[in-house]
């Protein structure tokens, strides 16, 4: 039915968003060989660094280079990562090749290859990086970057509540299309539920605040992290050093 | 051996493309049909050694330089269908991102290298096993059948090229394409081939099948041990000796670019004007060209090249893998 179709497309974005947390929290995550317990502490310092030389690089070859590196990763993935990590890069490879499509047919071939080169590689580094490391490993290891615990703490319930709260909205939108005759519904329902997820997220702070003092909570929150090096690391540290050395040669 | 643009007429690409048509389609029925899609990234490797194999560059007697193929070797250990596909992928990246064969003439190289090769080495192959019992039939027929493989490509290659200036001529009588007859193409691709290119081919595809069979015989076999590490380890092994490929002087025959042809001696003689058809002909921008980029030396480049192509290859048919088994009838995917 039409008049569903809002509610409907509601609940599954949220479906799809949960899903997508879920899968990334399962415990079969790492997984592959591309991801042998590789302190994740490393892999979000590379990555992010891999990231900034290619946006900053100018060289054709670096970013061939880096790209040859990504693809050998991708082509170890796991099927339903490397389709999601390749599918990903490939649309935003093609979304840049069609903008500069004018700027090309005018003469300028080297944006061309360029820019999308590096889009493709700046969003495959990206989603190597979500898709062999937990997000709560990837929190954890913001700790070794001098990030202070607080800010710590707010990923780190932002990411539970995120969840929680999706469930809340989307039990919600069931029981509204359950519910619903005729009329109604729509933009106004929508907001409603909202506000109601609103008002149940403070309720639920103030619960989880009580927990914690009631647990010996004094105001302070300390997150450990621990920089450990194994022969993974080692070989992930070798490879991606060869890279950042190979960007300064090319200059 | 991988045929440049330009260097056959358009009539001659369309159709060698279009006898490489129908050879694809029925490869992709078969494999669909044999192949089960566990193996599929087996395939994708196998166009992987493929696409290493052709890096590597021997110099050829005459100043030329020429390579093995390794069609026989995934046809011996794949079946001539997946061997098809999997040299068709490799030599599809190669036109596509490195310009190493044309555009054009991919059909034309597709049907030489990719179906030629590995369906005449097999058929060799399994002719001398057959005859010859298990054990050192295999052995020989792996051999035999990459060197009568790789030769027969040779052969059709230069074919391709002697009959361009019987048919294809300007008002002044000059060829418009390639400019050398049947009775200089031949023994120009043959002696060279038939002395050195074929003899690495028959080691390569010899020293890997037997690798192979020792430390993951099921990669060949149903139902045995598959280690598929060592497979990779061998892979890696390759690609870190790719640069070896540039010890080779030269230009392959046959594979003069537009500038170079009109100023290449062969027997004692240079050519002394370029063909019109290579003149105005097609060409296409490739990004990355001869796999050794300026700007960075050409033994680093070599090797950035092999991983890229490497890693598209396994992904190529990972990707295919999925698809076929999305859409094979009684899976739940």
């Not at chain 1, 009580?210 to 090096?229: D, I, W």
């Not at chain 2, 240079?270 to 003149?279: I, S």
Request: proline share 5%; charged share 10%.
């Amino acid at each position: 039915m039409i008049k569903d179709a809002f509610i409907d497309k509601g609940i599954l974005s949220l479906f799809g968003m949960l899903s997508k947390i879920r899968a990334q929290d399962s415990p079969a995550i790492p997984r592959g060989p591309a991801s042998l317990n590789i302190n994740p502490f490393y892999k979000v310092a590379f990555t992010l660094a891999l990231i900034i030389l290619i946006a900053l690089s100018r060289n054709l070859l670096f970013v061939f280079s880096a790209l040859s590196y990504l693809l050998l990763i991708i082509a170890f993935l796991p099927s339903i990562d490397l389709k999601r990590t390749l599918f990903a890069s490939l649309a935003m490879f093609f979304i840049s090749c069609l903008l500069l499509a004018p700027a090309a047919l005018s003469g300028n071939l080297y944006s061309l290859f360029m820019i999308p080169s590096k889009m493709f590689a700046t969003v495959a580094a990206a989603n190597i990086l979500s898709c062999t490391t937990k997000w709560q490993s990837i929190i954890g290891a913001l700790k070794l970057f001098f990030i202070p615990d607080v800010f710590i703490f707010i990923l780190d319930t932002a990411m539970k509540y995120i969840v929680m709260l999706g469930e809340l909205s989307l039990e919600m939108l069931y029981a509204m299309k359950l519910r619903r005759f005729g009329g109604g519904g729509g933009l106004a329902s929508l907001s409603g539920v909202a506000g109601t997820v609103f008002l149940k997220s403070a309720e639920m702070a103030e619960e989880m605040n009580s927990a914690m003092l009631c647990r010996g909570f004094r105001g302070v929150y300390h997150s450990r992290a621990k920089l450990t090096m194994t022969a993974a690391d080692a070989a992930y540290i070798i490879a991606n050093a060869s890279i950042f050395a190979l960007f300064f040669y090319l200059r | 051996m991988h045929i440049p643009d330009n260097y056959l007429s358009p009539a001659t690409c369309a159709l060698l493309g279009a006898a490489a048509a129908p050879v694809l389609a029925i490869s992709v029925k078969k494999v669909k049909e044999e192949v089960s899609t566990e193996s599929m990234p087996m395939l994708g490797i196998g166009a992987a050694f493929s696409f290493l194999m052709m890096m590597f560059n021997v110099p050829l007697p005459g100043g030329t330089t020429g390579h093995a193929v390794g069609g026989t070797l995934i046809a011996i250990m794949a079946g001539p269908y997946s061997a098809c596909l999997a040299v068709s992928a490799a030599l599809a990246i190669q036109a596509l991102l490195f310009g190493d064969g044309g555009i054009l003439s991919l059909g034309a190289n597709i049907f030489n290298m990719a179906f030629v090769l590995p369906f005449a080495g097999y058929f060799v192959f399994s002719a001398i096993k057959k005859a010859l019992g298990s054990k050192k039939g295999e052995a020989i027929g792996a051999v035999c059948g990459a060197y009568i493989g790789l030769a027969a490509a040779a052969l059709l290659t230069a074919i391709e090229f002697g009959i361009q200036p019987l048919i294809f001529k300007d008002a002044s009588g000059l060829p418009l394409y390639c400019p050398y007859p049947l009775s200089v193409s031949i023994p120009a691709m043959m002696a060279p081939h038939l002395l050195a290119a074929c003899v690495v081919e028959s080691a390569f595809t010899v020293f890997i099948y037997s690798f192979v069979k020792k430390v993951s015989p099921g990669s060949i076999y149903a139902g045995e041990k598959k280690r598929s590490k060592a497979i990779y380890a061998l892979l890696s092994v390759l690609i870190i000796l790719v640069p070896l490929g540039l010890l080779a002087e030269g230009t392959a025959w046959g594979e003069w670019g537009a500038d170079e042809i009109s100023v290449t001696a062969y027997s004692g003689s240079v050519l002394g004007f370029t063909p019109k058809g290579m003149l105005n002909g097609f060409s296409f921008p490739s990004p990355l060209p001869d796999y050794a980029p300026s700007g960075m030396p050409d033994a680093l480049g070599y090797i950035i090249s092999a991983v890229f192509g490497v890693a598209v290859s396994i992904i190529l048919f990972r990707l295919l893998g999925g698809f076929l088994k999305a859409k094979s009838p009684g899976s739940h995917a």
